[in-house]
């Protein structure tokens, strides 16, 4: 329970504050999420992690990494200040947590509800769009 509210502390100060107040249109908000999208295929690569969360890594050499995926994924400068605050603050192991969260926001300000769907063939996107509008 303590891990959770330290959690919910942090992600208020570090990123929910300064993003959605930088996302109030929601054509900023769109961009944050969208931004948010490319990072999180890194922060699911084990490789990546490693780097980015090892306490024996430093500093300015896992902000050389962001610096590289930052332009190589087009982020924008407070998504690549953002990853930057959470290496200078050593708060670097809650990013995935931080990315889960903001998705969980971001789909509530848009009123989006996710649901899973399983389906023992390959759906196209109509087909995906036609449950869409059943669900909804």
Do not use: C
Not at 40 to 57: G, H, M, N
Not at 63 to 72: D, N, R, W, Y
Not at 84 to 97: E, G, N
Not at 124 to 135: E, Y
Request: charged share 30%.
């Amino acid at each position: 329970m303590a891990r959770e509210q330290a959690m919910l502390a942090l992600w208020h100060i570090v990123m929910r504050a300064p993003l959605l107040k930088f996302g109030e249109s929601d054509e900023n908000l769109d961009s944050i999420f969208a931004d948010l999208e490319k990072v999180s295929p890194f922060a699911k690569d084990e490789q990546f992690w490693k780097l980015f969360t090892s306490p024996v890594v430093k500093d300015d050499d896992t902000k050389a990494v962001i610096k590289t995926l930052s332009k190589e994924a087009n982020l924008m400068t407070s998504t690549t200040n953002l990853l930057y605050l959470l290496v200078t603050k050593k708060h670097t192991l809650i990013l995935r947590d931080l990315l889960k969260e903001f998705e969980v926001i971001y789909n509530k300000l848009i009123d989006t509800e996710v649901a899973l769907v399983t389906s023992a063939i390959e759906m196209d996107k109509s087909q995906l769009s036609l449950i869409g509008k059943k669900v909804w």
